[in-house]
């Protein structure tokens, strides 16, 4: 009789070890899931897209977030009075749109040098206040980096260069740089 409560007791207590076993495993399990979900987030909080262009020799990009179309053969109506970066107008549907003519921005010496509209290519980004055609000479591709790895513009860039240039960023074995079209878009009013 007496082995027998003792052979009950070791069953009931394996049982409880057993349920209690299998409860941390539970909670494990659930912590594990929580944390990979968490951590996954975290990835896809911390990524940034940017549209590839270039203009010359140069890489640049824009962050996806401010493109709004591309636009290939364009007819650009001039505009009198304007700064020599701003190539003049264009309608897309309906809409009239600013021609700016980035490598001369980028570059002021660059400036009427003349786009070939019939074959050019621009990229129509927006801000909140301002929507225009940034005219490039080749548009690249979508890219993700990581959004730590944009850094601060080199500061051995021209002061106007500087302004123009949010960041940079290497891509492939390049340097790129993001173009800071809060400054590109900003009114010319505006520019001090």
Known sequence: MRGNAVEEAVTIDSASSFE???RVRQILRERAESLAQADWEEEVAETRRLMLFRLGDETYAVGVEDVREIVSGFSVTRIPCVPAHVLGVINV????????DLAA???PGAAGQGVDSED???IIVR???VTAMLVVDEIGDIIEVPAASVEPPLSSLDRAHAETVSGTVYWEGRLVAVVNL????QPIGERA
Do not use: K, T
């Not at 549907?93 to 700016?100: C, F, H, L």
């Not at 809060?182 to 878009?185: D, F, K, Q, Y």
């Open 127 to 129: 801000s909140e206040d």
């Open 105 to 107: 921005v980028l570059n």
């Open 20 to 22: 209690a076993d299998e």
């Open 182 to 185: 809060a400054r590109i878009l």
């Open 120 to 122: 050019g290519s621009g």
């Open 93 to 100: 549907r309906g809409e009239i749109v600013s021609v700016i």
